[in-house]
């Protein structure tokens, strides 16, 4: 019988989040013997509940969706909702009355370990009501930190945008023949995946970035004085990368090293980068320039720096959810799974969206060199393959050309 | 007579000096009845001083060179080292025989205001000391501050990367519902032509980002409150454009209105950007998610999202100091002209070093909307031709492949 679909994004926007809309809507497309409208929602969960939702079969030509495909951010705009523990919670038969209402067959949430508790809830209480309704996730996340699966989509052109662009730092840290020392701090405040990425920008073993720090090690300042102080002698252009999310041995976030004078002129305590924080250290301790660049939004979401491996698996995810569906899964999220030997093959699995949701996984501690301040190659040879391809680049009058859903 | 030339880049570094370099190098080597060794100062004039330079004829390819054109920093390495005022400084005559002992006709100097300085006192002593070396500038700044010249290369490449990122960051912003204000600082500390290009990344007049401040106009924090509150109310994630050198009408940097009492925990005075100053203040006042991004050094020189205009122009600018030196021009430097008319159509031509060595041009305040926080149509038309074109990406293993002279 023909059901309608809908799909929804949630969390932090990715350079490919679109890129698993795009799969959905396209293997919904390919099925319309079995799969109706596909329906939008509009600021993932919590706009659904306010009413908001689009028809994306009507609304998006072929060329859209193309282009969708290829657009960073998140088009159907995102939310951080949790839905509540309670299954006795009156939002639960709202929702399901809303999704009877619009007979929605099937509904996939794209996003990371809070967007997979969504879907645990909404499967268990279909359980509960008997719902004939499919809750399938598609994992998101740049950060890299869901288990199960190999990694997630967004996290291949993560990696590549701080590669790549760290790669160019070093570039710009190295034109001057004065010893300098420049920290780049990178997204992670749990997990390291990304920081250790920049591993990649290396060209030879001992290039820069010379020294890595994630938050899985515990960070010391009197160990990096010794660390800098060794690798400013062979490397008179240092670069250094840490996580935002290092800490000491005691658990202390590094960037809340900042003295408790640390205010702005109203007296409210301003917030600072641990890279901002090391940046002073260094300067005393070494009496050399030292600068700090915070990458920021830019690496989790550039279409201008993307990695066209992620893309299409990004995609290919959205399709197997809306075929896993269509066999009649729930509660389950898509996984990634790397098949063993010498090149790299990926087949889409499913797992259970408990086995998922509100866990983490952290970069391994065994990839991290004994001192702590280095990758292992083993981290580069599973990354590598995931940074691969150029997608093709759409510009008009110079500037990238993405799809909005406003404009 | 047949003679070698040398060729040295000095000031920071842009995506396109070497650009520059590689038009010195092809028009010497086009010319071999007049140009014998074509030869590159290693860290500018500074490293030439201490002995440091390299025959480029020699040591690079025609694929090296083809890959030198779209490597962004300096191959050369720089510097920033200022030639004594007197002209009867020991160095100039040490200067003048190292040239003569290495058989030199003409020197070629890439770089901004101050290396245009060098290029002045170097061509000034010469007709002290009636030597027949050419001494020609190579304009090169992302800050677009040098007279005469309707703009410098690096300026389209750093103006493309601004727009281009700034668009990506206003997608990352608008994903959730809840309104929140983006800051965006980026380079310029006299001169706004850098931030003004952000002015670019809008889709349509309203588009974000919404405000934009030059250093051009003072700038008051009662006035940002009135311009934000305004601006919320219609786009509620607002998106704002700051240079890092806005300053209040009395003269004094935003940058430095952070308490004096921000010190880290050695009780050393913490630099901070200004838009983490603003950041602050606008939490206060508004209570909405507020965050604030510092594009840092990759606007300078990404190779990664660069004009094609630019760096073909640089190159040209390369290839035509060398024309200019072998036709006895001395003491100039190398100024791109606009020709009148609908269609873009730019002609190299020569100025006096004098004329822009020490010399800033800032952002025209005719440019500048009355109301202080926009930009005007004529800055789009004037900037849009500088910012067009995709260079080819070389890419090995999913990274940007550039051309290195320490690998």
Redesign the interface.
Known sequence: MKKNIIAG?SG??TAVINASLYGVIEEGLSRAGEVGTIYGMI?GI??FLSGHFMDLSAALSPEDRELLKH????YL????HKLPQNMDSPVYPLLFEKLASMDIGALFYIGGNDSMDTVEKLSRYGELCHSSISFIGVPKTIDNDLPVTDHTPGYGSAA?YV???V???V???????QPSITLVELMGRHAGWVTAASV??R??PE?NPRLIYLPESPFSVEQLFADVERALAQTPSLVICVSEGIKDSSGRFICE???E??????G?K?L?GCA??LE??L??RFGVKV?S??L???Q??????S?LCDIEEAAEAGRFAVKSALEGASGQMVTLNRLPGPDYHMVPGLTDAAAVCNKEKTFPSEWITPDGCGIRPEFISYA?PL????PP?R?K????C?L?RN?
Chains 1, 2 share one sequence.
């Open positions: 994004q932090g926007p600021n919590e706009g657009t960073p951010g998140a705009g995102s939310c951080r590549k590669a790549s662009t790669r160019e730092i570039l710009d840290a190295s034109v001057y023949q990649l920008a060209k030879f290039d090293y900042a003295s004078a640390q205010t702005d002129t109203f409210h301003m600072t901002k924080i002073g250290y300067k005393n600068r660049v915070e920021n939004v830019n989790r979401c550039s279409g201008l720096i990695s590598l940074i691969q391809g150029e680049r510009t009058d110079g500037l990238p993405y909005y404009v």
